[in-house]
């Protein structure tokens, strides 16, 4: 009853504020655009009123200063076995020139590195907190026991450590390695902790996609930050309704440029943010094609004019830049910002043809025939955010399922009486299949695997899901406060 007053008082408050921030919001957002960050502290104060706007804060544009740095390619430490150690670790980043940040790493003092693993093999890892809180390893999109999961049950106290070892039960893949301490997740991912995982396999190996790390096969962690006198500063940026920021750093660098020859470049992209969404295009107008979703490549190539990405989806796109006159070029979002400048050299190098056929994705009859078996309810914004009326609670199982058993879930975004927000729906453990969304057939973006999806306010969308291991499971939206405000909820497969 108290959380339904507060929410209705709540309520109250944001339509006043709605209505009183019409006339000037056009204003207020402008000034946002000024690249003065003297004026931050100002700025921030209408912070509160932004969060009855949803994501108004507007974002930069990339002025191309400074090339991106790329996630250092992690080598094994043995030759017989896939073997890392992984260190959390707090440091000081000038992601600014002269000007030092608090950061957190892996094995750094920003964001981590990029781990190969491949299909079928066995891996080990180490795993340290070094920070002086508790963390835990989560290996987003990765198939693995729940109990290695890294999930929030599985806290790693300062200065403990633990070794994981488990075999890769999927195909190629970009997936990304994350913090996922409860009700620390979103402040630990914003100050730097994200890491990559490339997971190769020998078919992939053989399509003859451009492979060559950090010159035309290159990881894009997009991130956007709020920086307060050039620095990180989570407590003043922070929204109960997702952190959203003016600057956008892609792999930890601030006005990103990427220098590239003029050939097929492999782009990896993954929407880092803790809570904006991103609609990615050419600012060109050229086309790119899509040939990877969260969990893998699709069946084929597709030819597409703009991709997006919610919080924790990846895409994988080529940009085929040997027929490109210009020697700028950039990555845009759809209000024409630039999320990334393309430095082009002269020199074109030949590249191959795309493959015609990547893989052998399917969704069956028998799946699209199945019974919604589990129905998820998201609901509400900022701290009022709940999963089938529900916040986390971690002594409590919210769903059982059988492993090896596919089910179809539905999952339905409510909205409320301002109209509710696009929630980016997650879950631990598998990579699913959407089967339809309200009631249609996902484009061809989405047939692919996945392990994140975006659900809009009303929609209702279905997906196939089958588990390969036992254990307790996280679900939950992936805009980071809302997760750590109780959007969460756990599966036991047993
Ligand atoms: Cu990116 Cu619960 O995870
Ligand atoms: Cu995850
Ligand atoms: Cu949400």
Known sequence: MKKYLGGFILLFILIGVLIGCSESSGMQHSDMNMDNHDNMDGEMDHGNMEEAHGKQVELKSSSGENE???PVAMKSESKEETRYTIRAKKGHTEIYKGIKSDTLGYNGSLLGPMLTFKAEEMVTMR??????????????????????????HDTLKPGDERTITFKVKQDAATLWFHPHPKGKTAEQVYNGLAGLIYIEDEA??????????????????????????????????????????????????????????????????????????????????????????????????????EVTLTPSERAEIIIDFSKVKAN??????????????????????????????MNDYEVTQEELSLPVTKKIELFGMMDNVTI??????ADRIDFEQKKGVTEVWEIYNKP?????????????GTQFKIISRD????????????????????????????FQYEGIYMFHCHILEHEDNGMMGQINVY
Do not use: C
């Open 68 to 70: 991106i740095s790329i």
């Open 127 to 152: 795993l340290i907190n070094e920070l002086e809180e508790e963390t835990t390893f989560h290996w987003h999109g990765l198939e693995i026991p729940a109990d290695i999961d890294g999930g929030p």
């Open 204 to 305: 992939t190996n053989q399509l003859g996609l451009p492979d060559q790390y950090g010159i035309n096969d290159i990881p894009l962690i997009i991130q956007d930050r709020m920086f307060k006198e050039k620095r990180l500063d989570y407590q003043t940026a922070k929204n109960t309704d997702g952190t959203i920021g003016d600057t956008v750093l892609v792999n930890g660098t601030v006005d990103p440029k990427l220098t590239l020859a003029k050939e097929k470049v492999r782009l990896r992209l993954l929407n880092g943010s803790n809570a904006r969404n991103y609609t990615l295009s050419l600012d060109n107008d050229d086309s790119l094609e899509q040939i990877g979703t969260d969990g893998g490549l699709l069946n084929k190539p597709i030819q597409r004019n």
């Open 328 to 357: 700028k070029m950039a990555l845009v979002d759809d209000e024409g910002v630039k999320i990334l400048v393309f430095n082009l050299k002269d020199e074109v190098k030949p590249s191959k043809d795309l493959p015609k056929e």
């Open 388 to 393: 089938n009326g529900k916040k986390f609670d």
């Open 416 to 428: 409320d009486e301002m109209g509710g927000m696009i929630h980016p729906f997650h879950i631990h």
């Open 439 to 466: 009631g249609k057939t996902p484009p061809e973006s989405e047939q692919g695997w996945k392990d994140s999806l975006s659900v809009s306010p009303g929609e209702k969308v279905r997906v196939a899901i089958e």
